[in-house]
């Protein structure tokens, strides 16, 4: 019976000493655990944001500025196309004629010069007038500068339209004593100067289309 207890004592001692060196083991460990320095195995805590409670107290951000090809130094992007309204030939000046106006048995009509560009159009000189035949060829009908009964020509003045602005004339029907017989006329070609492109314009009423000579003013801001 000794013998066999004497057995089973050796027995336990190993297996006690092998569990106090497990649990010391764990101990040390645990405590070898702790004793690691930050930052080595362990990631450092994330400073908390001083923005994100207080929200109101967000500093304000500057505006964003987006720079095109044109706003940089030195660069340059595609010139644009002008556009030129609708009715705009591409000389950039328009020429209009009014209603006939009658005094006395003298007839008289406005011209005027428009500027529909995009560009200032240098103006100077007289209009260029032509009677038309029925059949729209140019008819001897003399068309002289210069004074009417219907109006005073004070001559040419050089005169630099912006766009939108206009100049005006007056062209007047005239009688003279040499004249010969009247001749009919069935419209008037006129253009902003000779050599230009011009308009046609019909001659209404049976008094009017009874052409001796014609008399204009020459292109004025303020006309007589």
Not at 33 to 54: C, I, M, N, Q
């Amino acid at each position: 019976m000794r013998g066999l207890a004497g057995a089973g004592t050796g027995r336990r001692r190993p297996l006690a000493a092998g569990v106090l060196a497990g649990v010391l083991g764990l101990t040390l460990s645990g405590c070898a655990g702790f004793l690691v320095p930050a930052g080595e195995g362990e990631p450092e805590p994330t400073p908390s944001d001083p923005y994100r409670v207080h929200a109101d107290k967000l500093p304000t951000p500057f505006p964003s500025v987006s720079a095109g090809v044109a706003d940089r130094p030195g660069a340059q992007g595609p010139a644009p196309t002008p556009t030129l309204p609708a009715g705009c030939p591409p000389s950039g000046v328009v020429v209009d004629m009014g209603e006939v106006e009658a005094a006395l048995g003298h007839r008289a009509v406005g011209l005027s010069l428009t500027n529909c560009g995009s560009k200032p159009y240098r103006v100077t000189g007289y209009p260029s007038v032509r009677a038309l035949d029925e059949a729209g060829d140019p008819l001897p009908v003399p068309v002289n500068p210069g004074s009417s009964y219907m109006g005073t020509d004070r001559g040419p003045k050089e005169v630099m339209l912006k766009p939108g602005q206009t100049v005006r004339s007056l062209l007047a029907w005239v009688s003279t004593p040499t004249g010969g017989d009247l001749i009919e006329g069935d419209a008037l070609e006129i253009a902003a100067a000779p050599g230009l492109e011009g308009r046609t314009f019909p001659l209404k009423g049976s008094d009017v289309r009874l052409l001796d000579e014609l008399n204009m003013t020459a292109w004025r801001t303020d006309p007589a």
